[in-house]
């Protein structure tokens, strides 16, 4: 079992409409949890971090962490083409001081 | 404040030869990483630093891997000798710590061993 797991995609989503990015991870004493998007021929870039059980919005972007069943998610209301990216997820388990164990990614395409 | 800044963008170098890709932290930040980004494997962890001493290694794949962080504001992941299947995008991170402290990212070095 992958520490991080994400489905690769891509997952493709209209203009307008909810992305939903999941992403499950297999140390249940895990601290705290971050969303990267990295767009192609890019670096990854902090969008999100949660670290309590429950959502976090910010503007179009609301992060849900669920600590029992071991999940955090991404939605992205009204996606727009410019979402298009890869989208990483990110935990820092318990003990591992600042390390951060990455998911392989989503790939997210908004079509017009 | 300017962020992780990395060097060189890009890379291009024949079989054997050495290395150096360089990095700049994010003043204030004691934790630096360096990554390897492979489609085939995505991002992996190569090494990282704590005031500048390394903490984990254990990502770095080989003896032709080396890194060092000779002070808080520089650091360098060299590849001696250079092989094609070395190639790759390399980052550095840096972030304070914290439980809750990001990691932030540099531009990357597209490395391209011929």
């Known amino acids: 079992q992958k520490e991080v797991e994400q489905n690769s995609g891509p997952l493709s989503v209209p203009e307008g409409a909810i992305a939903s990015l999941n992403c499950t991870y297999s140390d249940r004493v895990s601290q705290s949890f971050f969303w990267y998007r990295q767009y192609s021929g890019k670096s990854p870039e902090l969008i999100m971090s949660i670290y309590s059980n429950g959502d976090k919005e910010d503007g179009r972007f609301t992060a849900q962490l669920n600590k029992a069943s071991q999940y955090v998610s991404l939605l992205i209301r009204d996606s727009q083409p410019s979402d298009s990216a890869t989208y990483l997820c990110?935990?820092?388990?318990?003990?591992?001081?600042?390390?951060?164990?990455f998911g392989t990614g989503t790939r997210l395409q908004v079509t017009l | 404040d300017a962020g992780v800044i990395q060097s060189p963008r890009h890379e291009v170098t024949e079989m054997g030869q050495e290395v150096t890709l360089r990095c700049k932290p994010i003043s204030g930040h004691d934790y630096l990483f360096w990554y390897r980004q492979t489609m085939m494997r995505g991002l992996e962890l190569l090494i990282y630093f704590n005031n500048n001493v390394p903490i984990d290694d254990s990502g770095m794949p080989e003896d032709r891997f080396s890194a060092k962080m000779p002070n808080a504001s520089f650091s360098t992941l060299k590849i001696q000798p250079s092989e094609p299947r070395d190639s790759a995008v390399y980052f550095c991170?840096?972030?304070?710590?914290?439980?809750?402290?990001?990691?932030?990212f540099g531009d990357g070095t597209r490395l391209s061993i011929l």
């Open positions: 991170a840096s972030s304070r710590g914290g439980v809750n402290q990001p990691q932030h």
């Open positions: 990110a935990v820092r388990r318990t003990g591992t001081a600042s390390k951060l164990t």
